[in-house]
Protein backbone atom coordinates (compact mmCIF):
# COMPACT_ATOMS: atom_id res chain seq x y z
CA UNK A 1 0.00 0.00 0.00
CA UNK A 2 1.52 3.20 -0.85
CA UNK A 3 0.98 6.49 1.41
CA UNK A 4 -0.14 9.28 1.11
CA UNK A 5 2.57 11.41 0.35
CA UNK A 6 3.47 8.84 -2.79
CA UNK A 7 -0.63 8.90 -3.98
CA UNK A 8 -0.67 12.51 -4.33
CA UNK A 9 0.11 13.74 -7.42
CA UNK A 10 2.87 16.00 -7.82
CA UNK A 11 2.26 19.63 -8.13
CA UNK A 12 3.34 21.18 -11.83
CA UNK A 13 5.70 24.09 -11.38
CA UNK A 14 4.22 27.23 -12.59
CA UNK A 15 5.19 28.43 -16.34
CA UNK A 16 6.52 31.82 -17.02
CA UNK A 17 3.30 33.60 -17.53
CA UNK A 18 1.87 31.98 -14.53
CA UNK A 19 4.74 33.77 -12.15
CA UNK A 20 3.71 37.27 -14.51
CA UNK A 21 2.19 39.53 -12.04
CA UNK A 22 -1.70 39.74 -13.47
CA UNK A 23 -2.90 43.28 -14.10
CA UNK A 24 -6.29 44.64 -13.39
CA UNK A 25 -8.82 45.10 -15.92
CA UNK A 26 -10.91 48.53 -16.35
CA UNK A 27 -13.60 47.90 -18.57
CA UNK A 28 -14.59 50.75 -20.64
CA UNK A 29 -17.79 51.16 -22.49
CA UNK A 30 -18.28 53.55 -25.60
CA UNK A 31 -20.35 54.82 -28.04
CA UNK A 32 -18.83 53.73 -32.03
CA UNK A 33 -17.80 57.01 -33.06
CA UNK A 34 -15.97 57.36 -29.78
CA UNK A 35 -14.20 53.95 -30.39
CA UNK A 36 -13.63 55.53 -33.88
CA UNK A 37 -11.77 58.62 -32.65
CA UNK A 38 -9.86 56.75 -30.28
CA UNK A 39 -8.81 54.07 -32.74
CA UNK A 40 -7.79 56.59 -34.91
CA UNK A 41 -5.92 58.93 -32.02
CA UNK A 42 -3.68 56.19 -31.08
CA UNK A 43 -3.10 55.07 -34.79
CA UNK A 44 -1.85 58.64 -35.25
CA UNK A 45 0.34 58.82 -31.90
CA UNK A 46 1.42 54.71 -33.09
CA UNK A 47 0.17 53.00 -29.77
CA UNK A 48 -2.76 50.59 -29.03
CA UNK A 49 -5.51 51.87 -27.98
CA UNK A 50 -5.51 50.18 -24.51
CA UNK A 51 -1.66 51.84 -24.26
CA UNK A 52 -3.45 55.02 -25.47
CA UNK A 53 -6.24 55.32 -22.81
CA UNK A 54 -3.74 53.74 -20.44
CA UNK A 55 -1.47 57.31 -21.09
CA UNK A 56 -3.93 59.54 -21.36
CA UNK A 57 -5.23 58.41 -17.37
CA UNK A 58 -2.14 58.10 -15.71
CA UNK A 59 0.06 61.27 -17.37
CA UNK A 60 2.89 59.05 -18.30
CA UNK A 61 3.67 55.77 -21.04
CA UNK A 62 5.09 52.77 -19.96
CA UNK A 63 8.89 52.03 -21.19
CA UNK A 64 7.84 48.71 -22.74
CA UNK A 65 4.84 49.33 -24.42
CA UNK A 66 3.54 47.13 -27.52
CA UNK A 67 3.29 49.19 -30.41
CA UNK A 68 1.71 48.68 -33.65
CA UNK A 69 4.20 47.43 -36.73
CA UNK A 70 4.90 49.76 -38.97
CA UNK A 71 3.30 48.55 -42.54
CA UNK A 72 6.42 49.84 -44.21
CA UNK A 73 9.03 47.51 -42.61
CA UNK A 74 7.02 44.49 -43.52
CA UNK A 75 9.20 43.47 -46.41
CA UNK A 76 11.71 43.79 -43.67
CA UNK A 77 9.83 41.66 -41.43
CA UNK A 78 9.84 38.80 -44.47
CA UNK A 79 13.02 38.57 -45.57
CA UNK A 80 14.01 38.70 -42.01
CA UNK A 81 12.01 35.60 -41.35
CA UNK A 82 12.92 34.03 -44.37
CA UNK A 83 16.99 34.54 -43.87
CA UNK A 84 16.39 32.65 -40.15
CA UNK A 85 15.09 29.61 -41.39
CA UNK A 86 18.10 29.52 -43.91
CA UNK A 87 20.40 29.85 -41.36
CA UNK A 88 18.86 27.48 -38.85
CA UNK A 89 18.87 25.43 -41.63
CA UNK A 90 22.56 25.87 -42.44
CA UNK A 91 22.87 25.63 -38.33
CA UNK A 92 21.39 22.20 -38.62
CA UNK A 93 23.98 21.09 -41.46
CA UNK A 94 27.12 22.40 -39.61
CA UNK A 95 25.65 20.28 -36.17
CA UNK A 96 25.40 17.18 -38.47
CA UNK A 97 28.83 18.23 -39.86
CA UNK A 98 30.38 18.42 -36.69
CA UNK A 99 29.35 15.00 -35.48
CA UNK A 100 31.12 13.73 -38.54
CA UNK A 101 27.85 12.77 -40.55
CA UNK A 102 28.37 15.46 -43.79
CA UNK A 103 25.39 16.17 -45.45
CA UNK A 104 25.17 15.62 -49.13
CA UNK A 105 26.79 18.29 -50.98
CA UNK A 106 23.81 19.54 -53.10
CA UNK A 107 21.79 20.21 -50.27
CA UNK A 108 24.76 22.54 -48.59
CA UNK A 109 25.13 24.12 -51.95
CA UNK A 110 21.28 24.79 -51.93
CA UNK A 111 21.54 26.41 -48.53
CA UNK A 112 24.36 28.40 -49.08
CA UNK A 113 22.69 29.66 -52.13
CA UNK A 114 19.22 30.48 -50.41
CA UNK A 115 21.29 32.42 -47.95
CA UNK A 116 22.75 34.37 -50.03
CA UNK A 117 20.21 35.01 -52.29
CA UNK A 118 18.10 36.31 -49.01
CA UNK A 119 20.98 38.50 -47.99
CA UNK A 120 21.15 40.04 -51.09
CA UNK A 121 17.02 40.77 -51.27
CA UNK A 122 17.77 42.29 -47.73
CA UNK A 123 20.78 44.64 -49.10
CA UNK A 124 18.01 45.66 -52.18
CA UNK A 125 15.05 46.39 -49.49
CA UNK A 126 17.74 48.59 -47.71
CA UNK A 127 19.11 50.09 -50.81
CA UNK A 128 15.47 51.14 -51.54
CA UNK A 129 14.49 51.75 -48.34
CA UNK A 130 17.07 54.51 -48.42
CA UNK A 131 16.67 55.87 -51.06
CA UNK A 132 19.68 54.64 -52.72
CA UNK A 133 19.48 52.75 -55.81
Known amino acids: ?34 AVAIRA ?5 RQKPSGFLRALGTG ?11 PELAPFREAYGKLAI ?7 LLKLANRGQYPDIPEVRETHQKINRLCDELIALMRGYAGDC
Open 86 to 92: ALSNAAQ
Open 1 to 34: MLSSEQQQPKKKTRSGSEQRQRDEIIPVRCKKPE
Open 60 to 70: WQRPDERRPKL
Open 41 to 45: NAKAA
